[in-house]
């Protein structure tokens, strides 16, 4: 089968390598028909980070080609979304709902996703069945349904810890996938204005059609007074913290109203800031991996399937596997929101 391996900064290279097996009985082979690269995995592609697997990639959709013994929930020929992270089910974490936190399994990561086929680990409870197969959706839906992976729930993440609220005015940070996928949280959970930070009109446009009242395009100070203007000075009810930075980080702290929330899901990747300031102005910070499973199954997949939401649109282009470099290449240079892999 083929498979992708980041090789060093900047260098994705297709492999042909034998398809995974089943090796332990709680295992699940799957023959990917959706995957995508993730914002996280442009760390590896830069640099900045390491690269500790074959490839970073853990965001697909698939069909169930083998099961381990100990698997009861899925069958073979079952459609299935792939959690990034895989929850148990039963343990204190998962039953509050953050499955990304899993207490019983220590290697909860999914990676190797960028590949014909991947072997998905703890796959009873995770794996969450799609109704039908592939072939009953149009392009956009098997979109939609890839961004249940990952960056939906993520998004939702971020607006749940932000605990936006009906009628809230809720500032959203990054206009990634991520970012975008927030915007669709805070319209889904009631919020009644919703700033978007961009300077990107691709992004904005996007933002837009999924419920942005207000676009900042300035950064640091001036984006805080910007927002402090749009809110009377009040500051915002809820800021979604998609980025990981610093500077989006102090941003945050400085927008939100006194006693309101920063929901943080950016990958912290920056040098310390001061919670200091969160303290004088009453802020609450929360976030962290979102619970994918948990969302899916309780609510986003149906928002999917009935047409509610139409979180597929963050994928701006499509490529093969041959082309994931090109993928990979193209997200980085910001010539697309986010790159959807095909079979």
Not at 189 to 194: D, E, F, Q
Not at 282 to 301: C, E, H, M, P, S
Not at 309 to 326: A, M, N, R
Not at 330 to 341: A, F, G, N, P, V
């Amino acid at each position: 089968m083929k498979k992708a391996f980041l090789e060093g900064k900047g260098q994705v290279v297709i492999k042909d390598v034998d398809k995974p097996k089943i090796e332990h009985d709680d295992d699940v082979i799957l023959k990917l028909v959706r995957a995508s690269v993730c914002g996280s995995d442009l760390w590896f592609y830069r640099g900045i980070d390491p690269a500790t697997n074959d490839n970073s990639g853990h965001e697909c959709i698939g069909i169930v080609e083998e099961t381990g013994s100990a698997i009861t929930t899925v069958k073979k020929g079952d459609f299935v979304i792939a959690p990034f992270t895989h929850g148990c089910g039963h343990c204190a974490a998962c039953l509050a709902g953050y499955d990304g936190n899993c207490l019983t399994y220590s290697d909860i990561w999914s990676a190797d996703c960028q590949a014909e086929y991947v072997r998905y680990q703890h796959g009873q409870w995770a794996l969450v069945k799609i109704p039908g197969q592939p072939e009953d959706y149009s392009d956009g839906m098997l979109a939609s349904l890839q961004a249940l992976s990952d960056v939906m729930p993520t998004g939702y993440h971020a607006a749940r810890s932000a605990n936006v609220q009906k009628g809230d005015t809720a500032v959203v940070i990054g206009d990634g996938a991520v970012g975008l996928c927030g915007v669709i949280s805070a319209k889904l959970r009631g919020a009644s204005r919703i700033i978007l930070m961009s300077r990107h009109e691709d992004r904005a446009s996007l933002g837009r059609e999924f419920g942005v009242t207000d676009v900042v395009a300035e950064r640091g100070d001036e984006a805080v007074a910007k927002v402090m203007e749009l809110t009377n000075n009040a500051g915002a009810d809820a800021v979604l913290e998609c980025v990981g930075s610093r500077q989006s980080m102090e941003e945050a702290l400085k927008m939100v109203r006194p006693g309101a929330v920063i929901g943080r899901v950016g990958v912290p990747h920056d040098e310390k800031f001061d919670l200091g300031i969160s303290f004088h102005a009453n802020a609450g910070i929360t976030g962290g991996t979102a619970a994918v499973t948990t969302y899916d199954k309780g609510f986003l997949l149906k928002a999917v399937l009935d047409g509610d939401i139409q979180p597929g649109k963050v994928f701006t282009k499509s490529y093969k596997l041959d082309d994931i470099e090109q993928a990979y290449a193209d997200m980085d240079q910001r010539k697309t929101i986010k790159s959807l892999l095909t079979f």
